[in-house]
């Protein structure tokens, strides 16, 4: 881990400082977060630098605080190779964006504000073509898909980011553990005719790994105390824990239509799976409302006895779709990219693919429809966007016992005007999405128009497999 001091970042040159990996925090977390900076340079090959919310606000610029960290951002993507950003910090050390979205047609409750770090994710454009500060309107012409890995850490004081971190080095320290089998998928009835555990089944035969089956379960279709045995599943430790039911800031629905059953932020808190801790995902009301102090999802994040590393929710309301089983749409689009993303690719490795994965299923639709861009806006990570996923029998560890090479790892050919490909079939460019910017032929092709940033050359052939890592400078 280094820190950069801004002044040097401002005149560095662009290809002789890459930094894959970037923290945006307080000076006084810098040294707190340092244990993880350093785990991930030795084990994922990342080169990691540290950057303070008081040197960007101070010297980049912007018409308010979050405006000059997305500047910042828009920098070491186009200069360092940069593919994964950690917001060190919740919104009082590190300042988030509200997008707005009136979607009022749909619903009288779909008019609103919505905290979204997907604003420090897709750096087209400043969310605000038209001039009226309010962001990422459809007017305001947002490309709406990620261009790196985003996530943020729920930490407001030293000792919560000691526990944070302490947290995630004892899951990253720890990738064959006996617990790490274990799945538990909890969906109840939302809206008459409408059972969720038939999602939960889609995500069992489609995504789970056959290493981590059988899956624990708990419907609303089977007799007994859903959160008593939701409490249990999670105290003897769950690897993965994907939800389904209404919730709200302040707790998680365990069976709320039919029993009335809500686990709270105390109860979340109280969690004791120490050791053994869990990645967890729902489709709520409100889990992730990272704007409140404390919602369920940091509750569950910051538990001192256990549990959970990461969190990917909605910081608003969720929306399900056509009363249809399994749910496959509205905010169910998201949590089904973010388990497919967090389970399906071992290129990748990291949870960071869930998150962009679930952003990119549901930036097309979000193009064409009010109530999908309300449901993108309010799917965030908690957590660490680098954080492998410890798959067991596929965990991405070779024999030496260091990480595989994901996107981060991959070396950087920095280029402006001419890609020279070293190869002797076609291939193609690629975003960190996977979405084909252009081909490319042998030898030299001409990339002027591409934007500055961040791409990556994959087979043109079947496998899709990464070749390399590329950075298109801005011409000077």
């Not at 360092?80 to 590190?94: A, F, K, Q």
């Not at 996530?151 to 899951?171: H, I």
């Amino acid at each position: 881990m280094r820190k950069s001091i801004l002044l040097f970042v401002l005149g560095a040159v662009a290809s002789a400082q890459p930094y894959e990996h970037v923290v945006v925090t307080a000076d006084s977390f810098v040294a707190h977060l340092a244990p993880l900076c350093e785990w991930l340079e030795t084990n994922t090959g990342m080169r990691d630098t540290v950057v303070t919310v008081e040197d960007i606000c101070a010297q980049f610029p912007g018409r308010d605080d979050p405006e000059k960290i997305r500047n910042f951002i828009r920098h070491a993507y186009s200069n360092w190779s940069t593919t994964h950003v950690l917001l060190g910090g919740d919104v009082e050390v590190v300042p988030f964006r509200r997008a707005w979205v009136d979607a009022e047609h749909v619903h009288p409750l779909l008019k609103d504000s919505i905290p979204t770090d997907l604003y420090f994710a897709d750096l087209d454009g400043d969310w605000d073509a038209d001039g009226d500060d309010l962001f990422g309107e459809p007017e305001d012409s947002c490309d709406l898909y990620p261009d790196l890995f985003v996530s943020r850490l729920p930490a407001t004081t030293v000792a919560s980011v000691d526990l944070l971190v302490n947290k995630l080095l004892v899951y990253l320290g720890n990738p064959q553990a006996d617990y790490l089998h274990e799945v538990l998928l909890s969906g109840f009835d939302i809206f008459d005719g409408v059972y969720c555990e038939t999602t939960m089944e889609l995500y069992d035969s489609a995504y789970v790994p056959p290493t981590m089956r059988p899956c624990n379960k708990e419907y609303d279709s089977e007799p007994g105390r859903h959160m008593a045995d939701v409490i249990s599943y999670l105290n003897q430790g769950r690897h993965v824990w994907i939800h389904a039911d209404h919730c709200n800031y302040y707790g998680m629905g365990m069976g709320h239509m039919n029993h009335g059953e809500v686990m709270y932020r105390d109860q979340l808190a109280q969690l004791a799976n120490n050791g053994e801790y869990t990645i967890m995902t729902s489709v709520g009301c409100c889990t992730g409302e990272f704007d409140t102090s404390d919602c369920a999802s940091e509750e569950f994040m910051l538990a001192p006895n256990g549990g959970g590393i990461a969190a990917a929710t909605n910081s608003r309301y969720g929306l399900g779709g056509p009363r249809q089983n399994p749910q496959r749409g509205g905010s169910f689009v998201l949590v089904e990219g973010f388990v497919r993303g967090m389970f399906m690719d071992p290129d990748t490795g990291s949870i960071g693919t869930g998150i962009v994965t679930a952003w990119a299923d549901a930036a097309p639709l979000a193009h064409v429809d009010l109530a999908y861009r309300w449901c993108l806006f309010c799917w965030n990570l908690l957590g660490e966007a680098a954080m492998p996923v410890w798959i067991p029998e596929q965990s991405g560890i070779a024999e030496s016992g260091r990480m595989k090479a994901g996107h981060g790892a991959l070396r950087s050919s920095f280029v402006r005007n001419v890609l020279v490909l070293n190869a002797e079939t076609d291939a193609l460019l690629s975003d960190i999405t996977g979405r084909e910017v252009m081909q490319l032929s042998p030898g030299g092709n001409d990339v002027g128009h591409v934007p500055p940033g961040v791409y990556f050359v994959r087979a043109g052939d079947a496998s899709g497999r990464t070749l390399g890592k590329i950075v298109k400078v801005r011409e000077e």
